[in-house]
């Protein structure tokens, strides 16, 4: 089976550019969580949805970032303008029912803000 | 807010010793405790975990312990090998929380 789909694995862009991230969920989850992992914090929750509803986006830096997730299968995570602190690996995670179950991650998004 | 500390940050260790990985967790209410192991260039994977109804719980190579009176739970490693290298991460939720709360990774070194 496949698991969690991230694209694109590598992002190089501008800042001031749009960046939009995009997350495939593993078929039949029904949270999708994304993270960001820096050297200096760590692995941060950002945002996570259940039954596509967005339940706790406290972990969002600024109105620069958001979160859609349109249906069960799909979520994109778009940072606009981009700035260079926000270089970092940016992971989706899925899994049924929430917290106490295992998260599946993806292998993440590289973004590098120039 | 909800915090969990995690020790070392780095640990090296010769091949065949074991590792021990410790973590404090600041909400009383937790009841969820799991671990994950990240390899180089990929997404952190769960290992094992551990829920607040049990002290310990094992698994090959590996155990968990869980004391609940005094907020920290601890990884153990038994017989190590080079392909234990890797950042390991524990976590904390409490019931109905629906996420999971990391601590700030160790990265384990094993020397052949």
């Known amino acids: 089976d496949a698991g969690v789909i991230q694209s694109p694995r590598h992002e190089v862009t501008e800042m001031g550019q749009e960046v939009t991230l995009r997350c495939k969920p593993i078929?039949?989850?029904?949270?999708l969580f994304w993270y960001r992992q820096t050297m200096m914090r760590g692995l941060e929750l950002l945002i996570y949805f259940n039954n596509n509803v967005p339940i706790d986006d406290s972990g969002m830096p600024e109105d620069r970032f958001s979160a859609k997730m349109p249906n069960a299968s799909f979520s994109t995570l778009k940072i606009q303008p981009s700035e260079p602190r926000d270089s970092a690996v940016y992971f989706c995670?899925?899994?049924?029912?929430?917290?106490?179950?295992?998260?599946?991650f993806g292998p993440g998004t590289r973004l590098l803000v120039l | 807010g909800e915090n969990v500390e995690q020790h070392p940050s780095t640990l090296s260790v010769q091949e065949g010793d074991s590792a021990v990985i410790k973590c404090t967790y600041s909400d009383s209410a937790s009841n969820y405790f799991p671990w994950y192991k990240q390899e180089l260039g990929k997404g952190p994977q769960l290992i094992i975990d551990?829920?607040?109804?049990?002290g310990e719980k094992k698994d090959q190579r590996i155990a968990v312990t869980l004391n609940k009176t005094a907020k920290h739970f601890s990884l153990h490693i038994t017989e190590t090998q080079p392909e234990d290298s890797a950042v390991y991460f524990c976590?904390?939720?409490?019931?109905?929380?629906?996420?999971?709360?990391f601590g700030q990774g160790t990265e384990l070194s094993v020397k052949p």
């Open positions: 078929s039949g989850h029904n949270s």
């Open positions: 995670a899925s899994n049924l029912s929430g917290g106490r179950e295992t998260q599946y």
């Open positions: 976590a904390a939720s409490r019931p109905g929380g629906g996420k999971l709360i």
């Open positions: 551990i829920r607040s109804n049990v």
